[in-house]
């Protein structure tokens, strides 16, 4: 790469964020981190800020910026607040690629002031497309500025489509299955936030851990693969493949199928959506194949995990649906997350905010907000409900 590219990371103290850094770290000569963000970890942030010396950064909760101005002035690092600033700076005009990494629907507004500046983003945020998918991508195309995929199951079909011009017949995402995939479903109410936090293959941020525990995270894959490659949901299937190396899976039609195979370390689609269309050397594990012995692909239990069938239903519905139902997750999440409630409860919350959300066939940007704020104060009253049932019981 001839000119160094520079890289926006929003959530740069996050999972994905900090793996990002390490692409940066070991490209010096490809990349530049020029601007950083965090929501809440301060200490993290102004520590990659003096390592990388981005031009600014921003601290999202307002009540940090003293805390990161005064350890970054030394160092002629800009420093910003608030939600408004991180949309400000992803569209920021020194900025040459904006990779959002940010947590949940808060990364929707930043996604799109980069697209509507002509600034490429590199999407690690797939409740972005979930909630806003139709917005996302016509706000895309009308700018015209890629969007390019960095959870590894869409950069995998990402790259098996690269010099495509064959028709595709359909989609498979794979999926690790998660820690539960051999518990028995009638021990799933008592498993806690710590067992669902070890998952098998992947080191991740605690909610898309959590979301693949229930398998909610390969739902919302299926949604973003919809809106990315245009493919309606009966020809995108989840396969589930415990060994994590075949990453997704392309089949066109003349009954040829392509896949991607890695090791699974996210510094690889990361990597290749911040290099995009060049490929550059990765210091990650090669597989062994001779060692790897047999890959196996297993359908997902869809009874046991409801939380899939709960995606493909939004999906079908259109609309607002899938911004209900990526809101009424985040907020059950987050509940079970902080122990108050079960690790079932989250898909019957999730269903019944569907169940009882106003459909809008066509929201806009405002309704889509309302629905994501009518539907996280409405878990928050559930949730009070099922606690309470919960005391009642025990007591």
Not at 96 to 118: I, Y
Not at 150 to 162: G, K, M, N, R, T
Not at 231 to 242: G, K, S, Y
Not at 301 to 323: H, I, T, V, W
């Amino acid at each position: 790469m001839t000119n160094k590219k520079r890289v926006a990371i929003l959530g740069s103290t996050g999972s994905i964020g900090r793996q990002a850094l390490a692409v940066v770290g070991q490209h010096p000569e490809a990349f530049t981190a020029e601007a950083l963000t965090a929501q809440d970890n301060a200490a993290l942030l102004i520590e990659q800020a003096i390592a990388f010396r981005p031009n600014v950064v921003v601290i999202g909760n307002e009540a940090k910026y003293g805390e990161v101005a005064d350890a970054l002035q030394p160092y002629d690092v800009k420093v910003f607040a608030g939600a408004e600033a991180i949309g400000e700076v992803a569209a920021w005009s020194t900025v040459d690629v904006t990779l959002s990494a940010l947590v949940g629907f808060a990364g929707l507004h930043p996604t799109l002031c980069a697209l509507r500046a002509n600034k490429p983003v590199a999407l690690a945020n797939k409740e972005t497309l979930v909630a806003a998918g139709a917005l996302v991508i016509e706000t895309a195309m009308m700018h015209r500025t890629p969007l390019l995929p960095v959870d590894s199951e869409h950069s995998a079909i990402f790259q098996c489509l690269a010099g495509e011009q064959g028709e595709v017949e359909k989609l498979y995402l794979t999926a690790s299955g998660g820690p539960f995939l051999h518990t028995p479903a009638a021990q799933l109410a008592t498993v806690t936030k710590h067992e669902a936090l070890r998952h098998p293959k992947w080191t991740m941020g605690a909610k898309i851990t959590i979301d693949s525990a229930t398998m909610m995270n390969k739902g919302l894959e299926v949604i973003e693969a919809h809106w990315l490659f245009g493919l309606p949901a009966d020809r995108i299937e989840v396969l589930v493949h415990p060994h994590s190396i075949v990453h997704s899976m392309v089949q066109f039609t003349d009954g040829a199928v392509k896949a991607q195979l890695g090791v699974a370390d996210m510094r690889l689609p990361i990597q290749y959506a911040l290099s995009y269309p060049q490929r550059l050397p990765l210091d990650v594990a090669r597989i062994d194949f001779a060692q790897a012995g047999t890959l196996t692909f297993l359908p997902p239990d869809r009874s046991k995990f409801p939380c899939l069938e709960l995606a493909y239903e939004a999906l079908r519905q259109g609309g607002n649906m899938p911004c209900a139902m990526n809101a009424a997750n985040e907020a059950a999440v987050e509940a079970f997350l902080h122990d108050r409630i079960g690790f079932t409860d989250i898909p019957r919350l999730v269903e019944k905010a569907m169940q009882q959300t106003p459909f809008i066939a066509t929201p806009t940007l405002a309704d889509l907000q309302e629905t994501d704020k009518r539907i996280r104060k409405k878990i928050e009253i559930d949730e009070k409900t099922i606690l309470t049932t919960k005391l009642t019981i025990n007591n």
